[in-house]
């Protein structure tokens, strides 16, 4: 986008202050118009809320303009279509976006006072959907989703204030290494089951309630604030490239001086009991399952008539699986992208069907079908002396899935595949093939897989750094019998997943798997001595997941897990429950929303300088709520001199509440009559 300024609107202080506002439109290429502004020209509202904790407090602003122009050039749809800078002596003190979808002006009067309606940059993330980093999910850090939500919001702020709160250890916490480099979570989380993604401010808010932070646009500045942190801040430029350290400061309110006799005091009651449940994103199935019924039917193979025997198939386009195809062309292997133009019986590779076989002398009145995977593997009209045409064969992968698969940390669990195959010695693959294709040498048949998660394969029982594979064997006696025969399952008796069957690839207890899954499957190995098949079909194909019966147990089926302590017993109001859509493993499943710390999942192994020791971030908030909301607090309204020296993180001290120290928790600053209605909150923690 390139913002260029279409109006200007300045005004001066009742102090002679020079003030500005700047309305810039993104794509303008005209010279800007000067505008006079109203009676109180730019006054801001910052979101009030009692809650300390609240994971963001934006603001919204009021432009008032003197004129005859109703300005209709400024309704839009578009969220980010004129951005509003506020400047003092020309530096930036607020930055935001004119509201769309609000126009309502008196038109009576001329001339008249025309309200421009704001919000602040950081609100318009409401509207934006979270995008992916490249072509697919990946692991991301906190920082880096910090910095897209504030890269996304278009404001420019001039710097972004870090509390310096959090470490891996305190040694690293002495060199201010920042720690939400190293903290990261699958992008995936952000996304639903039908891929839906999450607004950047619902992320912006999942980073902060983990943190227990609160983030706030101040000043055209951006800062994320922790309540109970009075100490060092990182003052990071504009692209996150470079910072300082700087301190949070204290001031007086007397020393700011007051505009108003307007004061107020409230006292705000204590809770009961806090709770914080996080929401766990579990990764459920890893592999999707075809729905048949759902599949657009494409090709009905004509009917095939051995003896007494009638063959019936019916072709469908897959949807989550990839079936790989081939054709034949000049002696060799090519793969077909479009089956819709090379569909046929003889085409090499798998596609989904229907098939189901009958005798003549059946008395049917309907079809009963069977939903399989038909895989060619070699046409015989190719395969005689004179052509020696190629085959597939364990080098050909013949299925994957078309869709992304999970990306996370996986351990403590284990999926297994189940399916059973039968195998078809002749040419038309007719579904009612005979037990002729399996050589009475043979005792095994295997189909060759990749399974790998992020940078490792399975391998047999194992986990490598290096590309490996493994097989779904299935015995060859069974196969000669006739009928579909299920694969040799590994599951012993002893094995720890509860009602898993199947190949059981499980994952290690300790964390190494991150990233995403990946499933190949490859043609059956034709070549095998002995073997005479023309193809087979594959049925019931499933991969199941399951968890460690330990950790079944432990969390009772429910993925979410509540954190929840009392605060003061002889209160009546609970807190409302805080939601984290991130969170630590605390012997969960698998899941989309737990954060890892550098190797491992975050747990209570994250350091606080508050503490001066590990936290959970998750208990660490009810500590800090408890700590807080125990006692009753002190509200405070007062009508201040505006100042700049009043931050966001700034202590603010009250001559007469003696002993008590205030956090400032909202208000609305009149620009030109340099009047700040201040909202200050008790904060027993700084």
């Keep these: 986008m390139s913002y260029v300024t279409k109006y200007t609107v300045p005004f001066k202080t009742t102090s002679n202050i020079s003030c500005v506002v700047e309305i810039q439109e993104d794509g303008f290429t005209g010279t800007s118009t000067e505008l006079v502004g109203g009676t109180d020209p730019f006054v801001i509202k910052l979101d009030d809320d009692d809650f300390l904790y609240v994971p963001t407090r934006f603001s919204t602003a009021t432009l008032r303009i003197v004129g005859d122009d109703y300005l209709k050039t400024l309704f839009s749809s578009n969220y980010q279509q004129f951005r509003v800078i506020f400047k003092i002596n020309d530096v930036v003190k607020w930055i935001g976006f004119i509201s769309p979808e609000v126009y309502t002006q008196d038109y009576t009067s001329t001339p008249f006072e025309l309200e421009i309606q704001c919000i602040s940059a950081m609100s318009t993330l409401e509207q934006i959907d979270y995008s992916i980093t490249g072509d697919s999910y990946t692991f991301i850090s906190l920082w880096d989703t910090v910095k897209k939500c504030v890269n996304a919001s278009k404001a420019e702020y001039s710097n972004i204030f870090i509390p310096h709160v959090y470490a891996e250890g305190y040694d690293l916490y002495r060199t201010l290494a920042n720690v939400l480099e190293r903290m990261t979570i699958s992008e995936q989380n952000f996304f639903d089951e039908d891929d839906k993604a999450m607004k950047l ?10 943190m227990n932070w609160t983030c706030v646009d101040w000043c055209g500045n951006l800062y994320f604030i922790d309540m109970d942190h009075s100490g060092q801040y990182y003052k990071y430029s504009s692209d996150f490239l470079t910072y300082e350290m700087v301190n949070a400061n204290s001031l007086s309110v007397q020393d700011i001086g007051f505009s108003g006799s307007n004061h107020t005091l409230d006292i705000l009651g204590g809770y009961s009991k806090a709770s914080v449940k996080t929401s766990t994103y579990a990764v459920g199935t890893i592999f999707p399952t075809e729905d048949f019924d759902s599949l657009t039917h494409f090709y009905d193979l004509p009917k095939y008539t051995s003896g007494e025997n009638i063959s019936v198939k019916k072709f469908y386009l897959p949807s989550v699986y990839k079936l790989r195809h081939y054709n034949i062309v000049d002696s060799q292997l090519i793969e077909v992208e479009d089956i819709t ?36 593997a070699k046409n015989y009209w190719h395969q005689h002396s004179v052509y020696n045409e190629p085959i597939l064969s364990d080098s050909n992968p013949i299925l994957e899935f078309s869709g992304k698969l999970p990306t996370a940390a996986f351990s403590a669990g284990a999926t297994a595949i189940k399916c059973s195959i039968k195998t078809c010695p002749s040419n038309n693959l007719a579904y009612f093939s005979d037990t002729t294709s399996i ?12 399974f790998s998660i992020g940078d490792k394969y399975f391998d047999n029982g194992r986990w490598s750094d290096t590309p490996s594979f493994f097989y779904l064997t299935f015995d060859a006696q069974k196969l000669r019998d006739g009928g579909f025969v299920d694969v040799n399952s590994t599951k012993m008796l002893d094995t720890p997943y509860s009602g898993l069957d199947g190949v059981l690839i499980p994952f290690p207890l300790t964390l190494s798997l991150v990233g995403e899954a990946k499933f190949t499957m490859y043609c059956m190995d034709t070549d095998d001595e002995g073997t005479s098949i023309s193809g087979y079909f594959i049925k019931g194909l499933s991969f199941d997941y399951k968890i460690l019966d330990t950790i079944e147990d432990s969390v009772n089926g429910n993925s979410d897990r509540i954190y929840e302590n009392e605060v003061n017993e002889n209160y009546i109001n609970e807190l409302d429950e805080i939601e984290f859509k991130m969170s630590s493993w605390n012997n969960d499943e698998t899941a989309y929303s ?32 408890i700590n807080q909301y125990s006692s009753p607090k002190t509200k405070l309204t007062q009508i201040l001199k505006y100042s700049t020296e009043i931050l966001p993180n700034t202590v603010l001290l009250e001559n ?5 120290k ?18 200050m909150v008790e904060n027993g923690n700084n």
Aim: hydrophobic content about 35%.
């Design 594 to 625: 737990k954060v890892l710390l550098g190797e491992n999942y975050l747990q209570n192994t994250l350091y606080c300088v508050l503490t001066d020791g590990t936290v959970r971030p998750e208990e660490q908030m009810i500590n800090r709520i």
């Design 439 to 450: 050589n009475g040498a043979l005792t095994t048949v295997k189909i060759k897989c990749q």
């Design 341 to 376: 133009e090379n569909l046929s019986n003889d085409l090499l590779g798998a596609m989904p069907i229907k098939a189901t076989s009958y005798k003549t002398t059946d008395e049917l009145t309907n079809y009963t079908f069977d939903e399989v995977i038909q895989v060619r």
């Design 656 to 660: 007469f509440s003696v002993n008590k």
């Design 662 to 679: 205030f956090t400032l928790t909202g208000g609305e600053i009149d620009y030109k009559e340099g009047r700040f209605e201040a909202i």
């Design 201 to 210: 401010k619902e992320v912006l808010e999942s980073f902060c309630k983990l």
